[in-house]
Structure formats: C-alpha cells, structure tokens
C-alpha cells in the first residue's frame, strides 16, 4: 500500500518569502504507521515541493505513481486549495482514496463536511488511529470501522466513527525528524511538542478541544530530543506546547535547555502566560536561548476575560513583559478585536495600554476567528456572534460591536500603532522566471499562447500598444491563467506604452473577483484587499501626474529606473511619486543599504530576483524561500 502526505503552506505576502511550512502532523503520521509495523510505503511531500509548485504541477507530483491513499493536513489558511488539490489528483488518478485530516475537521464545521474532493475524514489526534485506519484499508475493510473517520457514502458524508480520546505518552513515537520523515532545515523552524493538552479553557481557543489533562515529554526526553535536533542541523527551535510556562518541570527544563544551547547554536520559541512567571524564569528562559516569546493580552476588559474563560489581569501581562524585556527577550502580543462583550472603546483601551508599557511595536491586534471545535463557536448564536463560514472565520458583529465599528476599531489601532496591522501584499516583479515558472510575459498585440502550469505565485505581465483596446485579450489570458493555477498566487502586472481608461482596472479587478474565494482572497477581506489576486502597474515611460495618481486609488504603482535615480528621491518614492522598480544590474552594497535606510521599503521592489530575494530577507525581515 502506498501513501502520499501533504501538507500546504500560509500563502507568504511575497513570492520569494518562506512559507514557515513544516509538515510535521503528516511526519507524525508516517512515523506512527512505521511503528505499527504496516506493510505501507509512505512519503511526506516535501515543503520543497509544496510551497514552490503551483496548482497543476502540484496535482501531477501528487498523483504520479497512483497512490493508493493521499493524505491532506486541513488548516484554515489551506483548505480550499487542498480540496482542489484533491480533485485534481482524483482526475489524474481515480483509483486514488483522499483522506482528509487536522483541525480543520470537526463536527461542527459545514464549511468543510459540506465540500467534496474527499473520500475519508478524520478527526483529532490521529497517530493511533491513523495507523488503524492503514490497516483496515490494508486489509480490505470498511475505514468506518476505524475510529474517527467519517467516511463518503453515495448520499454523503456519514457521522464520524465513536473515537477514545488519545492517551498515549508523547515518549511513544520518535520525532518525524529524527526518524527521517521530514527534513531538518536550518532556514526552517523546527517544530516540538513537549506537551499535549491544556489546562486554560479560553472559549475561543483550539487547545482545550483536545484534553485538559497534560501529556509530557520529561525534561530529560525533552533536552535530549532539542540535543539531537540541534546535531541533525536546526538552528531555531519554536516550541508547540499551550502554555510552555505552564508545564511540569518548566524551571527544570529551561535549565536543561540552557545547558544544551551552551554555546548558543539554538534560538527558541514559544507560548508563555504572565500568570507565575517571575524575573527568575525569564532570566533562565534568555540563557536557554529563547529570543522571542508571545504573550497574550487579548483584552483589558476583565469582564470579557472572564467571559470567554481567559482569566488573568492586564496588569500581570505589562509586568511579565517588563521582566522579559529587562531579560533581553522580544515579545509578540496578541491583542483580539471582537471578543464577545468587548467593544470599540476596550479595544482602543487595550492599544493605549499596549503603548503606554512599551509594546506598541510588538503588538499584533487582528480580529477575532471562530474556528472549529472551539467552545466560543459553538455558543455564538445565543451570544448574538455572527462569523463568515469560511475560512478564517472571522467575527462579523457581536452583541457589543457592529462590522463596521470591528473594522473601525482595527484602523484606529494601525493609526494609534503607526504601523499597518498586516503584511503589504507585495508584487513579483522580477523579470526573468525561474523554475517552476514564475513570470509570464504575454504581448497582448499577439495571439495568445495556452498558459503553461506555474509556480504557488506567479506575475501575470500584460504589454501591449494599447492596452484597453486589447482588454479581452487581458482578460482571456487572466481566464487562461486561473484555469490553469486557480489558487495560485497572481500578481496581474500592467506594463502599458501609453495611459489607459481606468475602466480597465475595474474590468480586470471584476474578472480576479468573478475567481473562485478562499482563505487568501478573504483574509484581508476587511480592508478591501485581495491577497491572492492582485493589480500593480509598472511605468517605462512618460505619463501624466493626474493620471498616475488617479490610477494610484486603484493599484499600486511603479515606475522602472536605474539605482541612482531611486536614490535621488529615495524618500519621496511611494509618496508623491510611484514606487520604484529598479532595473540597474549590478547593485553595490553601500547603494542598497542607503536606499533601506531612505526609502520606504515598500515602496522599492527589483527585476533582479537575486537583489529582490536579498531586500526581502535583510530589509523586510522576511525568511529566504530558498533555503
């Protein structure tokens, strides 16, 4: 029996930034089959694949050989991609079975049961069951007889098969690491679970769904296994534990910790509460190695905490944040917007008092999701919470907030904050494509040639004479595009030889729109963004200022020039100007960095994929998708 594994990536806002994609349930999975003894052949796909490949080439790596069993890790940033996904390897290779599983898979989520693509679903922690569902399958029986599996019948999806709770000590199964099932990558977080479960019972949260009794890896497990991971070449290890500071032994294991990262190879990560946490911890956490940490504040309204079962004291997070500071450590802390009870004024409460304790710059402050299996989903009718469907389920109005005081509440804290809240979508305009294929070039005064199958994110560049008078050529080759890649990522790049009617952008926007949504098309659906299909323009000749900012309201602008003119007016691109497309070959060192310390880093992008790579990872801080 053969068995294929994947899982997709969080769409990243550029095309050469790292996903952070580690498949690292689908290498539990292989690991736990492995260690049942089952006659099966399994393969994790690796990120390798999936977070360069787009659609189409996707959907033949993964058919090809016709497994008899492709496995699909659901989450909420790629469940519509992986349902296309499956069907596109059902169509190349029906004999194929497609199960799917993770947290996207629970009782109480229509958006996914009510879909098709798939044969099997299966819900909860699924190291024990999955093994058991290999060998019914194996076996020739019927997959219902394995727990937790719901399984498509001619009418439909049936119930989910009755499935114990999962008790089996953390110890049982190596790590899909060290067994070989996913790879170490030093570029790439390394993902570890010491702890299973979780004694909080925050209503809006995914954890308690799965066990308030804490499954452990001891602290000498827990040392070791950092140990080996570090000699196999990872270099930042983000914890996957609730609550790290909440586990047995957490003094002890920082010090082991520490002991293991002497020589400071290792930065971790991980989840902390402020309540226990003393100056004493975080000095042990930052000689471990921990640099960075999240927090969560979620409120300042007490009521609203102990509405939604969080608990805990604002007062408890600034002075946990201080000592964590004063110990050398950055922090990430979550402020929600819509929480049940709250409304605008504890929202802007709660960003005065991130600014007023020195947290502004580590704020994150988004809206409130309800995802499945959470307690806070389950009452949001009788607590008067409406929510999108679909993923990523966000909170359209509550008792206390209407959408648009939700919506007016996130743009007072970018203004209070000074800073967007979510990364800029950021056009691919490098000029020559790599491999697969990431830049298509169509002369729209040409017949059209069939578009080929591309990369997960591809630009779409549009030239011609005139380019409203071939507009349904536009629009074919966008069809063309979207037929081929429809989950893709698509920066449609206008590169006009005289000004056109901005008709054309409405034309264009109606037709990317007219595409199936998913979670990347909604995700910035609050401020009017598309983060999956998107229009930029990039000027290689005159045009007029009125019309350059008229065509601005619309879609991004950049003008191509040569490094020393980027220069020259380095602080006004993206302001008075366009933004800034640099063509110039060659860049110095001493040039690049005087643009990053002068220009707003936005506002530049390069045709050079080496210099485009190279500003993405030192300027925006975003990882290198090439390893």
């Given amino acids: 029996m053969r068995v294929r594994l994947v899982q997709l990536p969080v769409p990243p806002p550029a095309a050469l930034a790292a996903t952070g994609n580690v498949p690292l349930a689908a290498g539990s999975l292989a690991v736990a089959a492995r260690e049942a003894g089952l006659p099966v052949d399994i393969e994790v796909v690796p990120p390798a694949a999936t977070d360069a490949l787009g659609d189409a080439r996707l959907a033949e790596l993964c058919a090809r050989g016709e497994p008899d069993l492709l496995g699909l890790s659901l989450y909420l940033w790629n469940t519509e991609r992986s349902l296309h996904l499956a069907r596109q390897v059902k169509r190349l290779s029906p004999r194929t079975r497609i199960v799917v599983g993770g947290p996207e898979v629970s009782a109480d989520n229509p958006f996914l049961l009510g879909q098709s693509g798939f044969d099997l679903a299966m819900t909860g922690e699924s190291e024990e069951n999955f093994a058991r569902l290999l060998s019914v399958l194996d076996e020739g029986g019927d997959p219902a007889l394995a727990p937790g599996v719901a399984v498509r019948r001619p009418l439909g999806l049936g119930p989910f098969s009755p499935a114990p709770a999962a008790g089996f000590a953390l110890s049982r199964y190596p790590s899909p690491y060290l067994a070989g099932a996913i790879p170490v990558t030093p570029s790439r977080s390394t993902y570890v679970e010491t702890v299973r479960g979780c004694r909080s019972h925050c209503t809006f949260c995914f954890y308690p769904r799965s066990s308030s009794v804490l499954r452990t890896l001891d602290v000498s497990e827990s040392a070791n296994l950092v140990a080996a991971l570090r000699d196999k070449g990872a270099r930042q290890v983000t914890f996957l534990d609730p609550t790290f500071n909440h586990r047995p032994g957490f003094a002890e294991l920082a010090d082991a910790l520490a002991a293991v990262n002497d020589d400071g190879t290792l930065s971790f990560f991980a989840e902390v509460r402020a309540e226990g946490l003393t100056a004493q911890h975080a000095k042990k956490l930052a000689r471990a190695g921990f640099d960075k940490l999240e927090i969560g504040l979620q409120s300042v309204n007490r ?54 304790n020195g947290l502004g710059g580590e704020a994150q402050v988004f809206p409130l999701s309800l995802l499945p299996g959470t ?146 098309s909604r995700a910035l659906g609050w401020r009017c963004e598309d983060l999956q299909r998107r229009i930029a323009v990039v000027l290689r000749g005159e045009a ?11 879609a991004p602008v950049f003008r191509d020039q040569r490094m020393a003119s980027a220069l020259r007016d380095a602080e006004r691109l993206g302001g008075d100007l366009p933004a800034a497309r640099i063509t110039s070959g060659a ?21 050079d994929r080496a210099a485009e790579a190279a500003w ?5 801080g975003y990882g290198d998708a090439r390893g």
């Fill in 303 to 356: 009521a609203t905490l102990a509405r939604v079962r969080r608990g805990g004291s604002p007062g408890l997070v600034a002075e946990a944040a201080r000592m964590l500071h004063d110990a050398g450590i950055a922090l990430l802390v979550d402020l929600i917007v819509g929480l049940p009870g709250d409304t605008g004024d504890d929202v802007a409460r709660g960003v005065d008092f991130l600014l007023e």
């Fill in 375 to 520: 307690a806070m989903r389950a009452t949001a009718a009788e607590d008067g919470i409406v929510f999108d469907p679909a993923p990523p389920y966000r909170v359209v109005r509550t008792a206390t907030m209407s959408e648009e005081q939700i919506r007016a509440a996130l743009l007072q804290a970018e203004e209070r904050l000074g800073r967007r809240l979510d990364e800029v979508p950021r056009p691919h305009l490098v000029e020559v494509p790599s491999d697969p294929p990431d830049v298509f070039h169509v002369d729209l005064d040409t017949p059209l040639a069939p578009a080929a199958p591309g990369a997960q994110h591809v630009a779409l560049w549009l030239e011609g004479n005139d380019l409203f008078a071939v507009r349904v050529a536009a629009l074919r080759a966008i069809d063309a595009r979207l037929a081929v890649d429809p989950h893709a990522t698509l920066d449609v790049v206008l590169a006009p030889r005289r000004e056109f009617p901005l008709d054309l952008l409405d034309r264009l926007r109606a037709r990317l729109d007219s595409a199936p949504s998913s979670y990347a």
């Fill in 544 to 554: 007029s200022p009125g019309w350059i900012d008229a065509v601005r309201d619309l």
């Fill in 587 to 607: 860049l110095s060192a001493d040039e690049f960095r005087e643009l990053a310390r002068r220009a707003d880093p936005e506002a530049v992008c390069f045709a």
């Fill in 616 to 620: 993405q990872t030192e300027v925006l």
